[in-house]
């Protein structure tokens, strides 16, 4: 059974960082492309981050391109988000996804961590 | 970025009833366009990849159709269980896109 679970959430004050996981079980993690999403509360979903399978093509949402650092250890079967200068616009679940064979979706999410970003 | 418009925000509907959800791209996606449901307190869940083929274990009420940039997400008989909201996602760009989302709510 393929799962995604997510780990890392937190309260921090404006300007703090926080480091987000997922690690990934029941599939061959480093044949998978990734994505992080995230939904702010009560609102819909915005994509964030996507690495590629070996970590060498990465993009990342406008929102937070020059703050967010995505990452992977396929060894330990682990995507990563280093989240620096953090804004309250930051606050929202964060969920890891990961793309299909094909590209073309994200078919398997986790539960998601919550990161709120308060004074 | 490739915008993503979806219709209705919401609808009330019964079960047994018919439902359709469309999506529109600000430039065309071909037929790249993937639908998520999500419930209250849970992670979205794939329904349907590539305009209309289903994920594992997705019933066969769920069903969808387009091409370009106008899409359709139909549920031909609701049941109690497909209550959610369903955001439909562009993937012609590894920068994704989704849908403001459309609530389906019990009539």
């Known amino acids: 059974e393929v799962q995604l679970v997510e780990s890392g959430g937190d309260l921090v004050q404006p300007g703090g960082s926080l480091r987000l996981s997922c690690t990934g079980s029941g599939f061959t993690f480093s044949y998978y492309e990734m994505n992080w999403v995230r939904q702010a509360p009560g609102k819909g979903l915005e994509w964030v981050s996507y690495i590629n399978t070996g970590g060498s093509t990465i993009y990342y949402a406008d929102s937070v391109k020059g703050r967010f650092t995505i990452s992977r250890d396929n060894a330990e079967n682990s995507l990563f988000l280093q989240m620096n200068s953090l804004r309250v616009e930051d606050t929202a679940i964060y969920y890891c996804a990961r793309g299909d064979h094909g590209g073309v979706s994200e078919d398997y999410w986790g539960p998601g961590t919550l990161v709120t970003v308060s004074s | 970025d490739i915008q993503m418009t979806q219709s209705p925000s919401s609808l009330s509907a019964s079960v047994g009833d018919r439902v359709t959800i469309t999506c529109r791209a600000s430039?065309?996606?071909?037929?790249?366009l993937n639908w998520y449901q999500q419930k209250p307190g849970q992670a979205p869940k794939l329904v349907i990849y590539s305009v209309s083929s289903l994920h594992n274990g997705v019933p066969s009420r769920f069903s969808g159709s387009g091409s370009g940039t106008d899409f359709t997400l139909t549920i031909s008989s609701l049941q109690p269980e497909d209550f959610a909201t369903y955001y439909c996602q562009q993937s012609y760009s590894k920068f994704r896109t989704f849908g403001q989302g459309t609530k389906v709510e019990i009539k």
């Open positions: 430039q065309t996606i071909v037929t790249y």
